[in-house]
């Protein structure tokens, strides 16, 4: 018995030190998307993290890697144009937030 309280003590303790440590890590506050024919496409992290759900984006996990890891070399994720342009711009045209490829895109 004393070993399963053990057991699960140390259990608890190792989830809440992984938890403490990606619940306190440093946050960007803007993320910048490479783009070679639009543009760069600055995104204001800190702004969407007040009307949206982290994972949403962070569909794999906010440990797993910039979204281009998968998007655009993974052949059973899709590309990062598609990924953005379905996701991104149908969530601003939901909210009334600007679509157009220059609101966006800054060379």
Known sequence: MKR??????????????????????EIPTEVTFES??????????????????????????VEAGSCRSCHGVDAAAPDMKKVS??????????????TGCKDCHKK
């Open 4 to 25: 399963l309280v053990v057991t699960l003590l140390a259990t608890a303790f190792v989830a809440t030190a992984t938890f403490a440590s990606i619940a306190f890590a």
């Open 36 to 61: 070679a024919k639009m543009g760069a496409v600055t995104f204001n992290h800190t702004a969407h993290q007040e009307v949206g759900d982290c994972a949403t984006c962070h569909h794999t996990g």
């Open 85 to 98: 342009h379905d996701m991104c711009k149908g969530c601003h045209k939901e909210k009334g937030a600007p």
